[in-house]
């Protein structure tokens, strides 16, 4: 059984669904940094670039000066998103919540 959200996570599903809508995208992810900051992202698949959208949220906090994570929302994937990326900025023990594209939590993992 899953818990319930804090309303910052919820915050974070609302902006993963909002990445993902935009394009129409296989999943979107939402990321919160180490002093609040949230980064949204959707898949990026064309021929030279291949990015998973937490990839994507990871990358852009990093470019942004962020130097942890401390939640990862990830909407529209499987229950086993990739979560290397997280754990190379975050380390481990970050929560990752899978939820599926209408919003409902499927799994939370951590790193």
């Known amino acids: 059984m ?3 959200l804090s309303a910052e996570d919820a915050k974070l599903v609302t902006l993963a669904r909002g990445a993902r809508g935009r394009i ?4 979107g992810a939402a990321l ?4 609040g900051r949230t980064y949204s992202g959707a898949t990026v ?4 670039l291949r990015l998973t959208a937490a990839q994507l949220a990871v990358a852009q906090a990093i470019s942004s000066g962020a130097r942890g994570v ?6 529209g994937s499987d229950d086993a998103p990739d979560l290397a990326a997280v754990r190379d900025l ?3 023990g970050i929560p990752v919540v899978v939820c599926s ?4 939590i499927r799994v939370q993992l951590t790193t």
């Not at 594209?101 to 409902?104: E, H, L």
């Open 2 to 4: 899953t818990e319930p």
């Open 24 to 27: 129409g995208a296989p999943e």
């Open 32 to 35: 919160r940094d180490e002093m």
């Open 45 to 48: 698949a064309t021929d030279s």
């Open 70 to 75: 401390e939640c990862v929302v990830v909407v």
């Open 90 to 92: 975050g380390g481990a």
């Open 101 to 104: 594209p209408d919003g409902t």
